[in-house]
């Protein structure tokens, strides 16, 4: 790895980082923000909902756009909003303002995610090089993920809830002034027309689509609003696809949907980001309503869980480099079934935080590694034109799945709860068969692609 390339990854990892934080840093404030702002406490959901639209609703859009329009453009445009909008977010003093700040924070994630990823998978080859670079990108992205409650929680308990968003500003001020020295743009000379009926649908479908699996956690999925929402998500995105078939310059080639490693590879992501963001949810149910922690003690419990997903991108690129792409996600994927499995034993007494912190901390390993992997399946055999528009399928692929999770695990929760013990070990067990069926996608993926050693490229061999 060249001293160039180190920066760019130094630059692209501490944005990706800081974006992942974003998700979950204000969930322990939540409280707090709505006596300080006088939130209806039905209202106070919206501070979480609103982010997670604009995230996944218009992330596959702006991937595109970053193709076309070049992505390093996107970058610092998007880096620009998210410090703006944290600003905006840390000065608020009403709902709707904030509610506002909140919008802007992901549509900021929906440009910067894709952008950044796709710049990180263009200036890597194919091979070890990039199998390293979305290893450390995946770690820091968990990492963050996990870091966020507690950063929230600390800077809650010590400052104000207000520095949740402060924090975001000297970071994305250093990238905005590093970034132009050290990433190249990149577009084509040709810039084809924007598929604005592919736009349309596809955006409008993924925000139907992830209102409605949000309204579906709150009410149940018996809900007609969540009900609603989700057939008018399905009606967009079907027609997403035919309107794809027969445009000139479609958002998203159906060739590319196509695509073995594509689609089954984004299948394994949905897979892995829909069980460990729900798993961290259950076991908040459990930490907090069966043991009686506090939030911030539920926060730092879930350091183990950051340490063993840090530890898996580390390991990612050798374990695949060793094995191939599709035997280390069937092994990741086996490896996190069982960790969870094992959850099932919880008992209502303190001393089983020992078997919740070895599990999740195996489980963490497991899980990143599945996520490289298929982060790499995702992204791999494309040219580089195309990144923009595979990391935003990747990204959008994230988003869905962190929505997902959560309302179905909440409601087996529901349906299976005698106690909330019980409602737990039922919903783990669901979250474990979930993850079994990751072991599944390699006997879908004909191409098993396994880096072949420094400076060596990427092989692709024949199953």
Same mark, same amino acid.
């Given at each position: 790895?060249? /001293?160039?390339?180190? =920066?760019?990854?130094?630059?692209?990892?501490?944005?990706?980082?800081?974006?992942?934080?974003?998700?979950?840093i204000?969930?322990?404030?939540?409280? &707090?923000?709505?006596? @300080?702002?006088?939130?209806?406490?039905?209202?106070?959901?919206?501070?979480?909902?609103?982010?997670?639209?604009?995230?996944?609703?218009? $992330?596959?859009?702006?991937?595109?756009?970053?193709?076309?329009?070049?992505?390093?453009?996107?970058?610092?445009?998007?880096?620009?909003?998210?410090?703006?909008? +944290?600003?905006?977010?840390?000065?608020? $003093?009403?709902?709707?303002?904030?509610?506002? #700040?909140?919008?802007?924070?992901?549509?900021?994630?929906?440009?910067? *995610?894709?952008?950044?990823?796709?710049?990180?998978?263009?200036?890597?080859p194919?091979g070890?090089?990039?199998?390293?670079?979305?290893?450390?990108?995946g770690?820091?992205?968990?990492?963050?993920?996990? !870091?966020?409650a507690i950063?929230? @929680?600390?800077? $809650?308990?010590?400052? !104000?809830?207000?520095?949740?968003?402060?924090?975001?500003?000297?970071?994305?001020? /250093?990238?905005?002034?590093?970034?132009?020295?050290?990433?190249?743009? +990149?577009?084509?000379?040709?810039?084809?027309?924007?598929?604005?009926?592919?736009?349309? $649908?596809?955006?409008?479908?993924?925000?139907?689509?992830?209102?409605?699996?949000?309204?579906?956690?709150e009410?149940?999925?018996?809900?007609?609003?969540?009900?609603?929402a989700?057939?008018?998500?399905?009606?967009?995105? &079907?027609?997403?696809?035919?309107?794809?078939?027969? #445009?000139?310059?479609?958002?998203?080639?159906?060739?590319?949907? /196509?695509?073995?490693?594509?689609k089954?590879?984004?299948?394994? @992501?949905?897979?892995?980001?829909?069980?460990?963001?729900?798993?961290?949810?259950?076991?908040?149910?459990?930490?907090?309503?069966?043991?009686g922690? +506090?939030?911030?003690?539920?926060?730092?419990?879930?350091?183990?869980?950051?340490?063993?997903?840090?530890?898996?991108?580390?390991?990612?690129p050798?374990?695949?480099?060793?094995?191939?792409?599709?035997?280390?996600?069937?092994?990741?994927?086996?490896?996190?079934? /069982?960790?969870?499995?094992?959850?099932?034993?919880?008992?209502?007494?303190?001393?089983?935080?020992?078997?919740?912190?070895?599990?999740?901390?195996?489980?963490?390993?497991?899980?990143?590694?599945?996520? &490289?992997?298929? %982060?790499?399946? #995702?992204?791999?055999?494309?040219?580089?034109?195309?990144?923009?528009?595979? *990391?935003?399928?990747?990204?959008?692929?994230?988003?869905?799945?962190?929505?997902?999770g959560?309302?179905?695990? !909440? #409601?087996?929760?529901t349906?299976? %709860?005698?106690? &909330? =013990?019980?409602?737990?070990?039922?919903?783990?067990?669901?979250?474990?068969a979930?993850?079994?069926? @990751?072991?599944?996608?390699?006997?879908?993926?004909?191409?098993?692609?396994?880096?072949?050693?420094?400076?060596?490229?990427?092989?692709?061999?024949?199953?």
């Open positions: 790895m060249s /001293a160039r390339q180190r =920066l760019i990854l130094l630059l692209l990892l501490g944005s990706q980082f800081m974006l992942a934080v974003d998700f979950s204000l969930n322990v404030a939540l409280p &707090v923000i709505g006596s @300080g702002l006088g939130f209806e406490l039905a209202d106070l959901q919206w501070v979480a909902t609103t982010f997670a639209l604009a995230a996944a609703g218009f $992330t596959l859009l702006f991937g595109r756009i970053a193709d076309l329009f070049g992505r390093r453009r996107l970058f610092l445009a998007g880096m620009a909003l998210l410090g703006l909008s +944290s600003l905006a977010g840390g000065l608020a $003093t009403s709902p709707t303002m904030l509610l506002v #700040a909140r919008v802007a924070q992901g549509l900021a994630t929906a440009i910067v *995610t894709p952008a950044g990823l796709s710049l990180l998978t263009t200036s890597f194919e070890p090089l990039r199998a390293r670079a979305l290893g450390l990108n770690a820091l992205m968990s990492a963050g993920f996990t !870091s966020g950063l929230g @929680g600390l800077l $809650t308990e010590l400052l !104000s809830w207000r520095w949740a968003f402060f924090v975001n500003v000297p970071v994305a001020l /250093a990238v905005l002034v590093a970034a132009p020295l050290v990433l190249t743009e +990149s577009r084509p000379a040709q810039r084809p027309k924007m598929d604005l009926p592919g736009a349309v $649908t596809v955006t409008g479908g993924l925000l139907a689509l992830v209102f409605g699996l949000t309204r579906a956690g009410h149940g999925f018996a809900d007609p609003v969540a009900l609603g989700l057939a008018a998500g399905a009606v967009l995105l &079907v027609a997403f696809w035919f309107v794809e078939r027969r #445009a000139t310059s479609p958002l998203v080639p159906v060739t590319i949907l /196509a695509r073995p490693t594509v089954w590879g984004n299948l394994a @992501g949905l897979i892995a980001f829909a069980t460990e963001t729900s798993l961290v949810f259950l076991l908040t149910l459990y930490l907090q309503k069966v043991l922690y +506090s939030a911030l003690a539920t926060g730092l419990s879930f350091g183990v869980l950051g340490i063993g997903t840090v530890l898996g991108g580390v390991i990612a050798r374990v695949l480099a060793r094995t191939g792409t599709g035997r280390a996600m069937t092994v990741a994927f086996a490896v996190q079934a /069982a960790a969870t499995a094992s959850l099932a034993l919880l008992g209502a007494g303190s001393g089983w935080i020992w078997l919740l912190l070895v599990a999740t901390f195996v489980g963490g390993v497991g899980n990143m590694v599945a996520i &490289v992997a298929f %982060m790499i399946t #995702a992204t791999s055999g494309l040219p580089d034109s195309e990144q923009g528009l595979a *990391t935003g399928l990747a990204t959008m692929t994230q988003q869905v799945g962190i929505t997902l959560i309302p179905i695990m !909440s #409601a087996v929760v349906a299976a %709860m005698g106690t &909330v =013990l019980q409602g737990v070990i039922v919903a783990v067990l669901v979250n474990a979930l993850a079994l069926t @990751g072991v599944l996608i390699r006997a879908r993926t004909r191409d098993d692609h396994r880096p072949i050693g420094p400076g060596g490229g990427a092989g692709t061999t024949p199953r």
